[in-house]
């Protein structure tokens, strides 16, 4: 089956840096486009970056400047570089394959704090 953890998350001070890794198994990973999302309780699921097979990449506004995203195909992991960190960044962020399936694959998920 596929499986994708996330890990990295943790509390981080205000302008500092973080990076998240999200390890997949179950499936060709090389094949398939990535993203990473991130969720405040009582609010929507926000998209946060996407990278392709090939490694071509987007990212939201509010993040574009401050984040990395990038895929290690050999290692079959993804990972999300983080910095210039606000209070505004935290949130549980998630690792996302959307095409791997009739549905969607999420990961459980870790959690990021930007406070001082």
């Known amino acids: 089956q596929v499986q994708l953890v996330e890990s990295g998350g943790g509390l981080v001070q205000p302008g500092g840096s973080l990076r998240l890794s999200c390890a997949a198994s179950?499936?060709?990973?090389?094949?398939?486009?990535m993203n990473w999302y991130r969720q405040v309780p009582g609010k929507e699921r926000e998209w946060v970056a996407s990278?392709?097979?090939?490694?071509?990449?987007n990212y939201a506004d509010s993040v574009k400047g401050r984040f990395t995203i990038s895929r290690d195909n050999a290692k079959k992991s993804l990972y999300l570089q983080m910095s210039s960190l606000t209070p505004g960044d935290t949130a549980v962020y998630y690792c996302?394959?959307?095409?791997?399936?009739?549905?969607?694959?999420w990961g459980q998920g870790t959690q990021v704090t930007v406070s001082s």
């Open positions: 179950g499936m060709i990973f090389s094949l398939w486009a």
């Open positions: 990278i392709t097979r090939d490694g071509s990449t």
């Open positions: 996302n394959c959307p095409r791997c399936g009739p549905a969607t694959y």
